[in-house]
């Protein structure tokens, strides 16, 4: 495998992208990969990438803006549409690379990311196929799945830090993943060790996001662009997923005129790890394989 430096440009600033490439000559099959919440390069992507590129297949990876070593103050900051702007940047970039295939570049999303490629998936048929995985696919559903006390502590501490973008100041920041009672982003599930485990080492990678995030969150609800994917989509199903409900996962497999899902006995985080990361890896690859 070889690993380079990418940057490619996203509206008035740039991501910064690494371009991993199987041995051997090109063209090559390329999946660009949209990753979840809050989540860098440096986040598990090194074993998909090592797993993949075995295969023959190259995988694009890249910090969206406000993040990581991409460009975007104040930083740390989730806006979904210009999220959706860097993978459609990302995808352009991988079809004009003269070692990949244009036909044959693929959009795999996880969690967060997951509910991108439905989003963008929609929006981009010349897609040779989308993957989604563990995906956030309606955050309606995952609100209204959240207590009283939570959703009241999200609504303070994004009107703080929107008030705050407004009158030009630095942002309230909330954690991604805290204790319960806490104004985080997520309170369960042991979140804030289950990203520091999925940490390939050294990194700008930080616990915190501006809060104006959870003032618009709900109203995010990607499921709705399934059925607007011409291209293949495979789901990744994690049946005992704590965030998204599994069922809702499905449903955008149903919809979308092209859609299958594989089914996991797997939680939300679990799926990166061990004889369940190796099988579903193994699902992806034969998906690209063959994605009709």
Not at 43 to 60: E, M, N, P, Q
Request: aromatic share 8%; hydrophobic share 40%.
């Amino acid at each position: 495998m070889k690993r380079f430096d990418l940057t490619f440009p996203s509206g008035t600033g740039h991501c910064a992208a690494w371009l991993h490439q199987p041995d051997g000559p090109g063209p090559h099959p390329c999946v660009v990969v949209a990753h979840g919440i809050g989540a860098i390069r440096q986040v598990r992507l090194s074993a998909y990438a090592r797993r993949f590129t075995d295969a023959g297949v190259a995988l694009l990876t890249f910090d969206y803006r406000h993040w990581g070593e991409s460009s975007g103050h104040p930083r740390f900051l989730c806006a979904i549409g210009k999220q959706h702007q860097d993978i459609r940047c990302a995808i352009d970039a991988a079809q004009a690379h003269p070692d990949i295939d244009p036909a044959r570049v693929f959009l795999f999303g996880t969690s967060f990311g997951g509910g991108h490629a439905l989003a963008v998936g929609a929006q981009r048929p010349d897609l040779a196929g989308v993957i989604s995985q563990c995906t956030v696919s309606d955050c309606l559903v995952v609100a209204a799945k959240s207590p009283l006390r939570q959703i009241l502590r999200w609504i303070w501490a994004g009107t703080l830090d929107q008030t705050k973008a407004l009158l030009g100041l630095q942002p309230h920041y909330i954690k991604l993943a805290g204790e319960p009672g806490e104004a985080a982003l997520m309170t369960k599930l042991n979140a804030e060790q289950r990203y520091r485990d999925m940490l390939d080492g050294p990194s700008r990678w930080e616990n915190k996001i501006a809060a104006r995030l959870m003032l618009w969150l709900p109203l995010y609800r990607p499921i709705r662009s399934a059925p607007k994917i011409k291209a293949p989509l495979l789901m990744i199903v994690c049946d005992k997923d704590e965030i998204c409900p599994a069922t809702i996962a499905r449903r955008a497999a149903d919809i979308a005129p092209r859609g299958r899902a594989v089914h996991f006995d797997s939680s939300h985080f679990d799926i990166y790890f061990g004889e369940l990361f190796e099988s579903a890896t193994a699902t992806m690859l034969g998906f690209v394989q063959d994605p009709r």
